[in-house]
Nanobody, 124 residues
């Protein structure tokens, strides 16, 4: 059974940084796409970034240059390094996994398993 567990959220000062982690267990497909999404209060869930099994990454424009997605295959963990945070980054952040590589910013339909989310709150 595939499980994803996010961690690393919390309260951060505007302009600060934090790193989210997503520990994946039970996933055995050699091809995959790992994505980070977020849902801000009153808004729809939106994609943030994804990385595939060949290390190809894609980012939404609003996080380019600020966020970095990476993967530690030895520990089956995906990270989202978030820098220069602002109040618009306040949201619940979710990781997800799909069994196909992703060479574009993949939508929610690309993924078949989701984590429970971790809250990031940016205060000014």
């Amino acid at each position: 059974q595939v499980q994803l567990v996010e961690s690393g959220g919390g309260s951060v000062q505007a302009g600060g940084s934090t790193r989210l982690s997503c520990a994946v267990t039970g996933h055995t497909s050699a091809n995959y796409c790992m994505g980070w999404f977020r849902r801000a209060p009153g808004k729809e869930r939106e994609g943030v970034a994804n990385i595939d099994s060949e290390g190809f990454t894609k980012y939404e424009d609003f996080v380019k240059g600020r966020f970095t997605i990476s993967i530690d295959n030895a520990n089956n963990t995906v990270y989202l390094q978030m820098n220069s945070l602002n109040d618009e980054d306040t949201a619940m952040y979710y990781c997800a996994v799909g069994d196909r590589r992703c060479r574009v910013l993949a939508g929610t339909g690309w993924y078949n398993k989701w984590g429970q989310g971790t809250q990031v709150t940016v205060s000014s």
